[in-house]
């Protein structure tokens, strides 16, 4: 949760969007929401409070007719029926992850794939408020950082919230909470019915199962993050193993063939458990203890 003079002090609802409270009813209600969110139709004002941010085209996959939700990549069923044939579908495989993995030259600096990237998201979003007549919110929501120095938006349907009449785009930084809402640092008061905090998360406030032991309630490691063995398990927790967990994969490549590498090295840690009569599956807590402490020392390479 974002911290604010006069929180305290504020009679409408707060939340934060990670949390969301399932009763709560927003139907003709004022609402500002702090951060990259995009509250679901029936709001009577929504108020996102915002700074720039290149909006992701990715996500903007082809949807299956009469669905709704998160967008997915459609397989057809005749499609379908054609994988039976593992050359056919070794080769949908292959262009899957080429695509993956040709977006890697997005994220160094320096290449043309990332010199390039700027324009493309700005193409973008002035296409799609092109759209709506609202071209003149673009110098607003364009970033002056590199697309993937931040995690990108969303995309679907959130520009096209932004020009609607009961919507306001709100830069203006917050100064404090009244009893019945915001004050901005130009002095406005801006009385809203609710605030939705959609702030990211603290990487502080670590969950119990993540801390270096079970019994720890305290909500930090004693290194003071979140971490694991290869990204497969965590102490604490011996015989349980999951892919893509705390600090699973290297600062570049895809997740695709992280994940693959992980579930090959848990099968075959389940193989030798079910052949040599193993009992568990990741170090104790001083070989692991061991291993973070080599890793954080600057004379030793990994």
Known sequence: MPQYPGMNLYKGKICHSSAWDESFDATGKAIATIGDARLAEGGKARRPLRSESDVDWGRLHTRSKGTSGWPYIYI???A???FKDEETYLCYRKKIEDGFYRTFEGILADSTTSSNLPNKFTKLMKDRLDKVGRADLLPKLTPNFPPHCRRLTPGPGYLESLPKDNVTLIQTPIERFYVD???TTDGVQRPVDAVICSTGANT???????SWQATDVSSESKFGFPYSYLGTGVPGFPNMSFILGPNPAGPTGT???SAETQIAYIAKMLRKISLQGIRTMTPSKEAADDFVESVLDPDVTV
């Open 76 to 78: 057809s069923e005749e």
């Open 80 to 82: 379908k029926e054609a």
């Open 181 to 183: 809402g915001i004050v």
């Open 204 to 210: 502080d406030c670590i969950l119990r199962y993540l």
């Open 255 to 257: 997740l695709v063939n």
